[in-house]
């Protein structure tokens, strides 16, 4: 059911919840649509409102501003605004759900490389990216069936050659809003669970424990409130109490959160708000020119193309579980519009990643390339993104000097940095893409952006081949098998608070080159399963 915070009277106490979710994203939303019509009595505390479309009211999206380092300032210094949304659905709202799981290289250890590793494996992720898939209508969850995707694109990826250190990969996207925007998909879901309550305008400012800080007692709670202008000024405060709470606030706020209620989860290391890690971008490194214009079927590889696929018929229940059959790609017209819901439709592509002997040979972070072909095919640009390492230098923490305008608490200051080890991917995967497209007919190339010098050295903006941060944020509450090594556990759970879990990127132990979104689900089901079987 759907209800709103500035209704409730001041000073309420909401009690009798077996789970609270703060926050919802793409986390919070997935486990709530998880937990729904299930035996736990769960709120899901939202910052926005129900009819969120466009982009957040001033005074709430005032509550993401903050500082930022003399690196990120640089490169993009409205970071914190612009790439968070305080919104129902946060930022499924505007994005594209660019769809990819981690690659086996990207979850294991590499030593010379990074050290930290994912305390699970693909084998305990696979279910939930399947079941994530269906946020998307992504249909099969067969990323390495290459001759299933060059048929549907009628495309091939680069012939293989003898010593290659790259190869093709397939990329998906949802671009339908009713989809990707996950408060719309699941608005029904979620205010029809008759154990599920969406509070609106409820607005997390820190965190109670017991006395040994072993237990969350209670949340305090606040709203706003606006004048006719926008402005916005605290409203009512209420708190919540329940057995088990979940910060699924983004990479970024669940580390402030934490850090304003005393430094919660930290550990002897202060790895607390440390290793923060987006993916690095060169949306413009290179431009390369072919000898003889690349085939039609290459172009095609990498030309991003809407798919529409008509389902195996013996799907269990109507849910797309993945059984046994055959998804069928669909070209001729679809002559009834009301038959669009028989299909799978969304977006897919190839790029270029580096092979997993590749990775483990050279000890360099993961990437891919993209290339955008004109339109005759003699010549392409080349777009890298990169995985970067988790550097504890790079981090959240609080600037004491400076409050956000409607509560009066301190801001995030994010530092965030690339190091010699960064900068070497980037140079290194740069001249493997190079060689692998030499290899298949380059006349002439040309850097656009200048990966010359140590760390602190890039393009910047306004040039065309500037740096640029993806908008995805990980890896400061490190995910870890022991409390030493990171802030939580396997299950998601803070090593050091037994009924208080994170969901969403900040977990990450490290994050690969693939989009974060559809981890971020897998991971959400995984963590919304885990308390029904600990709570039921």
Known sequence: MYQHAELLPEGAILQGYDICIVGAGAAGIAMAQRLAHSSLKTLLLVSGAPGDRGVPGEARQSLYGGTVGDFLGRVDPDFLQRSRLNMYGGTTNHFGFWARPLDAADMMPRPGYRDAGWPIDQAELRPYYVAAHEFGRFGPFNYDDMNFWERVLYARCFAPLPGDKMTGAIMRAQYEENLHDFQVQFRRELEGAANLTVLFNAHLLSIETDENRRRVSELNCATIVTDAGGRGAAGKTFRVRARTCVLACGGIENVRLLQLSGELGNNRRDMLGRGFMVHPLLTNAARVHFEQPAPTEVRNFF??????????????????????????????????????????????????????????????????????????????????????????????????????????????????????????????????????????????????????????????????????????????????????????????RLHSVDNLYIAGSAVFPSGGYANPTLTIVALALRLADHLKRILS
Not at 355 to 367: D, K, M, V
Not at 482 to 487: L, P, R, T
């Open 303 to 492: 030309r991003e193309q809407q798919i529409r696929l008509k389902p195996p018929p013996n799907l269990l229940g109507g849910t797309r579980e993945v059984g046994a059959g055959e998804y069928r790609h669909m070209v001729e017209p679809l002559v009834n519009p009301e038959l669009v819901n028989e299909y799978l439709m969304f977006n897919a592509w190839g790029v270029l990643a580096p092979t997993h002997q590749t990775l483990l040979g050279e000890q360099i972070g993961n990437f891919r390339i993209i290339l955008y072909f004109r339109d005759e095919g003699s010549s392409a640009v080349v777009n890298l993104n990169w995985e970067q390492t988790p550097d504890e230098n790079s981090r959240i923490t609080l600037d004491r000097g400076r409050v956000d305008p409607i509560f009066g608490q301190p801001v995030a200051h994010v530092d965030w940095r690339l190091n010699d080890i960064d900068k070497a991917s980037a140079v290194r995967a740069l001249e493997i893409a190079l060689d692998y497209l030499g290899r298949r007919g380059i006349r002439k190339q040309e850097m656009i952006t200048d990966v010359s010098g140590g760390a602190d050295c890039w393009t910047f903006p306004p040039h065309e081949g500037a740096l640029e941060t993806g908008d995805h944020h990980m890896g400061a509450l490190r995910m870890s098998a022991s409390a030493d090594d990171g802030i939580v556990d396997i299950h998601s």
